[in-house]
């Protein structure tokens, strides 16, 4: 069945760095695009960057916008989320989500699979 494992959260002061991981097993992860979403307590979760599955093209929401990096290494089913500069409304459950990309529509909608998600906790 199809796997998605987080790895990479932690506890960080403000203005730190974070890499978080995500390795996928039982699907062809090529042709997958893949996304990292958050929740923090109290609110809905929220779509945060996602890349495509042909091509690389990336698209993040406005509050993390040069500061989150989101990239796939293809050969090792991997995403990655590079976090710099890091603000304690950051904090949140980070999650990985995949679609199969020829599905197409907007990159935080559509998801069929989900990690189990990963703590990220900034101190200010």
């Known amino acids: 069945q199809v796997q998605l494992v987080e790895s990479g959260g932690g506890l960080v002061q403000a203005g730190g760095s974070l890499r978080l991981s995500c390795a996928a097993s039982?699907?062809?992860?090529?042709?997958?695009?893949m996304a990292w979403f958050r929740q923090a307590p109290g609110k809905e979760r929220e779509f945060v960057a996602a890349?495509?599955?042909?091509?690389?093209?990336?698209y993040c929401v406005d509050s993390v916008k040069g500061r989150f990096t989101i990239s796939r290494d293809n050969a090792k089913s991997t995403v990655y989320l590079q976090m710099n500069s890091l603000k304690p409304e950051d904090t949140a459950v980070y999650y990985c989500?995949?679609?199969?990309?020829?599905?197409?529509?907007?990159?935080?909608?559509?998801?069929?699979?989900w990690g189990q998600g990963t703590q990220v906790t900034v101190s200010s």
């Open positions: 989500a995949a679609r199969l990309g020829v599905r197409g529509g907007p990159f935080h909608q559509g998801y069929e699979y």
């Open positions: 039982g699907l062809s992860f090529s042709r997958y695009t």
């Open positions: 890349i495509a599955w042909s091509g690389g093209r990336t």
